[in-house]
């Protein structure tokens, strides 16, 4: 259910959780305000000189002729350090935390379960990195740079003012309610704009990303007009959410600067009375009004700046939401150097969520260390989910899974994974090379000897001692540049550089031709001698020496035995394979 704007946190809250991650960069911060200050102080200082050069003009001495160059150059010295240090060393604190908040969020990514990925588009979560941070920049830098440098020049003009004729800067304040009214209603539109541009730069992504990824079943399928519609449509949304934000603030700054000038020509109306003018020299009468056209301009800079610092509200907090989602739960302790490999699943429930019904019902069976089990059955009947269950990808409803006869949750996650090697049916690849890829992540600090030799019992030495490069080729994106089976071969030779006591294969061989496949076959036979290995398959000729095989549908175990042992009860195994091999 969409969160209301009621539910979302006030803007200071947003602001308040900002500010936690200026402590690292507190010195730059301060030089930062140092700066602002002191821009401040010359931009005021520049207003009050007026009365020094109207006295030079009506007093035009040696020492006056002297005074006033000294003291413009001063004041614009003073004000150039003052921007420096404001712009620089505010840029710098807000670069750092956008760094420091793209880390954060992507390492928290990195320990967020599966179910989070599986409700989240691809699109949307790299938007988040990439643009919607990326706006925290704007409310970080540029917004708090003019908040600090304009405000606080605000603040030193108005005071100035104060001191020169208290009773005409209140009457200069008339409009001050009126103005802040529309610069809060201008904000909270900011904010909604900013979100929903934001919505729609994930979509941008996410399309962007899905047709790329897939472009070779776009044009075989005739889908390039079909996803050209899908673009246009996400862009033109994104089009329209970022003509309403430019109007919106196309229209605000006018008014104010039209609000502003009513007041100036209001004060400057009243000030022209000779009453007035009586009481205020004409030095003081003109660093008056210099002081109050002045202020015209910082007070239409913080009005405007008011789209920036929106955005990065509406970023923050769309960041917080996915950095408060919860890490997976690992509450256990145990942690063996190896374990032998003996699993027991006793009455496992399983949903994906919790108002689906169960996708795994009541499945108990016991693994022997050591040994190979095999599941099959028709697609959907459980197969795959159930093995996730093993390393954790998911937290199973009910029941209990052991390994080693200890409860699964007892396990550390990191201990318990390092047991486990696996092969996916879907391969994934990164784009670095050949050797990377087979020693990744904590394989990283093995010999190149231990990587040529799983790649030799992967039967993946015959093809990559052909690329231009041997094991230091790059094979682009997800392996793009290699076969199906070539890929397949490559995730086979990761699981066996690993060399876990548990290996899952999820159809590990499906993308092979015959004879590869049975060239494979023979090394994973090989390598299951001495751990415990769960197979997955649609070929029930690749099971068949399976020391026990489980036969799923709808979610449960309906069989189980050897090979032989089925084959003579006559029942789903032995349908399924009459049928495989009638084909």
């Known amino acids: 259910m969409p969160r209301q704007d009621s539910d979302l946190p006030s803007n200071w809250q947003v602001y308040r959780r900002l500010l936690g991650y200026l402590k690292p960069f507190w010195g730059a911060f301060a030089l930062a305000v140092v700066g602002n200050a002191l821009y401040a102080v010359a931009s005021t200082g520049m207003a009050a000189a007026m009365e020094f050069v109207i006295q030079a003009i009506e007093n035009p001495t040696a020492a006056n002729r002297l005074l006033v160059p000294a003291l413009i150059v001063a004041v614009f010295a003073v004000r150039g350090v003052g921007f420096f240090l404001g712009t620089y060393f505010i840029s710098k604190v807000g670069r750092n935390i956008v760094n420091l908040m793209r880390t954060q969020i992507f390492d928290h990514l990195m320990h967020l379960p599966c179910r989070y990925f599986d409700s989240s588009s691809s699109g949307h979560l790299v938007s988040r990195i990439t643009y919607n941070v ?170 405007s700046v008011q789209e920036q610092v929106q955005k990065g509200i509406a970023a923050s907090h769309d960041v917080f939401l996915s950095l408060d989602v919860a890490v997976e739960t690992d509450t256990g302790t145990h942690a063996p150097e190896r374990v032998l490999g003996e699993i027991e699943f006793d009455q496992v429930c399983f949903r994906y969520q919790d108002t689906l019904d169960n996708v795994l019902k009541d499945v108990s069976f016991r693994v022997e260390p050591n040994s190979t089990i095999a599941f099959v059955g028709r697609s959907g009947s459980g197969k795959s989910t159930l093995v996730s269950l093993l390393p954790r990808f998911y937290e199973y409803s009910s029941g209990e899974i052991r390994l080693d006869g200890i409860p699964l949750k007892s396990y550390q996650l990191r201990a318990l994974r390092d047991q486990i090697a696996l092969v996916n049916q879907d391969v994934v690849l990164f784009n670095d090379t050949v050797a990377n890829n087979i020693a990744y992540g904590g394989l990283r600090g093995v010999s190149r000897e231990d990587i040529r030799e799983a790649a030799r019992k992967a039967h993946a030495l015959e093809f990559i001692d052909r690329l231009p490069q041997g094991l230091d080729t790059e094979i682009g994106d997800n392996g793009i540049m290699l076969s199906g089976g070539q890929r397949q071969r490559l995730a086979i030779a990761r699981a066996l550089l690993k060399d876990a006591p548990i290996l899952i294969l999820d159809e590990a061989t499906s993308a092979l031709d015959t004879e590869s496949e049975r060239y494979i076959q023979q090394a994973l036979e090989a390598v299951m001698q001495g751990r415990t290995t769960l197979v997955i398959a649609h070929r029930l000729s690749t099971v068949e020496n399976a020391d026990q095989i489980i036969v799923m549908d709808d979610g449960r175990v309906v069989e189980a035995g050897t090979h032989e042992e089925l084959i003579v009860k006559k029942g789903n195994y032995a349908q399924l394979h009459s049928m495989q091999f009638s084909e």
Not at 261 to 266: G, M, N, P, Q, V
């Open 134 to 303: 990326e706006q925290v920049t704007g409310a970080a830098t540029n917004a708090v740079t003019i908040m600090l440098r304009e405000g606080l020049t605000v603040i030193g003009l108005l005071s100035y003012m104060v001191y020169v004729n208290w009773k005409l800067t209140l009457i200069f304040l008339v409009l001050a309610p009126v103005i802040g009214g529309l610069v809060s209603y201008v904000s909270k539109r900011f904010r909604r704009l900013s979100q929903k541009i934001q919505s729609s730069m994930g979509d941008v992504t996410h399309v962007a990303g899905e047709a790329i990824a897939g472009y070779r079943v776009v044009r075989v399928f005739g889908g390039s007009d079909y996803e050209s519609q899908r673009f246009r449509k996400v862009s033109h949304n994104n089009l329209r959410q970022s003509m309403k934000m430019a109007m919106t603030k196309a229209i605000s700054t006018p008014v104010v600067q039209i609000l502003i000038a009513f007041s100036i020509a209001l004060l400057v109306w009243i000030a022209l009375a000779p009453e007035v003018q009586a009481g205020m020299t004409t030095g003081e009468f003109v660093a008056f009004i210099t002081a109050a056209t002045t202020l015209a301009k910082p007070i239409r800079q913080l009005t």
